[in-house]
């Protein structure tokens, strides 16, 4: 993502912001009814969802100033086959870390790349009203 007029630290911000605004309804819409803001700076925004049923995913973002603007690397990826609430969920997620598996998401979108074109969408109308 290219942010021509806003510096990493305002991108940070901004974002924080938008997951902060998210209604239940628009949470609900994005699988991620429950977060945590894990980081937040002018390099790096970390964010931890749960879906209902407490599959664990994150949203990383990188942030790189570029000329007076900024340039966002975002992924959203699911970070194991068993939900959290699993017995020894996180060692047995280790042992299938090489089984692929897929989120759909609606309209045939991976619920990944959903995630992301809505959020993306959600900060840069966020920074366009700033």
């Excluded at 009814?33 to 969802?49: E, G, Q, W």
């Excluded at 749960?50 to 959203?76: H, K, M, Y």
Aim: charged fraction near 20%.
């Amino acid at each position: 993502w290219e942010f021509t007029t806003s510096s990493p630290d305002e991108i940070s911000a901004a974002l924080v912001e938008v997951l902060q605004e998210l209604g239940p309804d628009r949470q609900s819409k994005l699988l991620m009814p429950n977060f945590k803001v894990a980081r937040a700076d002018s390099r790096k925004v970390h964010v931890l969802t749960w879906t209902n049923a407490e599959w664990l995913d994150s949203l990383d973002v990188s942030l790189a100033p570029v000329g007076r603007g900024c340039v966002a690397t975002a992924s959203f990826y699911a970070t194991g086959f068993l939900p959290t609430w699993f017995p020894l969920a996180p060692v047995v997620n280790v042992a299938f870390a090489w089984f692929p598996f897929a989120s759909p998401g609606p309209r045939g979108e991976m619920l990944q790349d959903f995630r992301l074109r809505v959020i993306k969408a959600l900060l840069v109308k966020k920074l366009e009203g700033s």
